[in-house]
């Protein structure tokens, strides 16, 4: 008889795979796994960009190594060896976040040159899911020619655009609704702002 089975479910924690490019907004990426590794059932996979640590440094006050900190596993950018390459080894999907332009258009173009654009593809041609968090403003037609392939592919475009029906009174406030955006996508329950339940208007 033919037993039909989760088999990420029997591999034990969920594996969700976070890429932090070169973009400005590294913070999203930063949040998004500090709220992750708080779960006891998902595992993440951290994929740094060649620039990803200059502007954590620029930007934030985290350094490098604490970020690394962050993630259960990290995949040096460069190694198209890793286990992230093969569709074989089963994750949940993928966030970028934030996404440059450049990693937009090698995903776009499927260019496989690098392990964040690589393990992005590999989601997309698995039927996984990949959640882009596009970093770029204003946006010319080029921009979202790209946005509208890689949407047309399988992709969820997730920019990082403050909403305010939650009254937002910090920075922080503002973060935290695009990463529990991000997380939503995925099914995972947090409490990182309150949700509009309807009202008068």
């Not at 949940?92 to 776009?108: F, N, Q, V, Y």
Request: aromatic share 6%.
């Amino acid at each position: 008889m033919l037993h039909l089975w989760d088999a990420r479910t029997k591999m034990g924690k969920k594996k969700i795979i976070v890429g932090i490019s070169g973009a400005s907004g590294a913070v999203y990426g930063i949040r998004l796994l500090e709220v992750l590794q708080s779960s006891r059932e998902i595992e993440t996979h951290l994929i740094l960009s060649a620039h990803a640590g200059d502007i954590i440094k620029y930007e934030t006050r985290y350094s490098l190594a604490d970020v690394r900190q962050l993630a259960d596993q990290i995949h040096a950018i460069d190694n198209l060896g890793s286990a992230l390459s093969s569709g074989s080894f089963l994750t949940e999907g993928m966030i970028i976040a934030p996404c440059s332009m450049k990693t937009l258009s090698g995903i776009a173009n499927s260019s496989n040159d690098n392990l964040l654009v690589r393990a992005a593809d590999v989601c997309l041609k698995e039927g996984r899911k990949l959640v882009l968090v596009p970093r770029e403003t204003p946006l010319h037609l080029g921009h979202l020619e790209l946005m509208a392939r890689v949407a047309r592919y399988g992709a969820v475009l997730l920019p990082p655009v403050p909403a305010f029906y939650h009254q937002p009174e910090t920075i922080d406030d503002i973060i935290n609704h695009t990463v529990g955006k991000m997380l939503d996508n995925f099914g995972i329950e947090h409490d990182l702002f309150k949700r509009w339940e309807g009202g008068e208007i």
